[in-house]
């Protein structure tokens, strides 16, 4: 029950202050794993490569994942419940606000300055995916060569990726696909 409660809270606490979409909700995801312990960084990796291949908004996804992999089925749902309420509040409260504050230079001005507080958050969760993807640090630590600092394959694979979403006008679902299909072969 203590874990339950602890998962709402910390799923509240993500949804309240991750400004900026599912992606911004990473900074706040591994600081709740180095801080309780209920999912790795490496899990955190997992939960991205899910929630961007299944429908839905990746936080809802995320958040869906972590409470389950913490608390089972009560635990995916109560995350998923506490990241979604407070932008349900904070809208429900703007809606009713909304003509009285649509010209304030104070709102203006908030909305302003979290535009860059939003990029350096998904910027400093995509460092870290980075990190866990193409940084093999363990096995640099355990041999010292420098060639196995890196995960060859997975920045190929992720270079490939990158320019054929920006060349290719293809579906996002075909490069999840393929993506799944050289990570099988390739045993990524």
Known sequence: MMTLL?????????????????????????????????????????????????????GINMSTYAGFKTAGVPGGILATLSLAAPSVIIILIIAKFLNSFRDNPNVEGALYGLRPASLAMISAAGLNVVKISLIDI?????????????VPKAIILAIALFIGTKKLKWSPIAFIAISAVVGIVFRM
Do not use: R
């Open 138 to 150: 363990e096995t640099f630590i355990l041999t010292g060569n420098p060639a196995d600092l890196f």
């Open 6 to 58: 602890q998962l709402m809270f910390e799923f509240f606490k993500v949804g309240l202050f991750s400004i900026g979409g599912g992606l911004a909700t990473l900074p706040f995801l591994y600081e709740m794993s180095d801080k309780t312990g209920w999912f790795t960084h490496a899990d955190i990796a997992d939960m991205i490569a899910i929630s961007e291949s299944t429908p839905g908004a990746i």
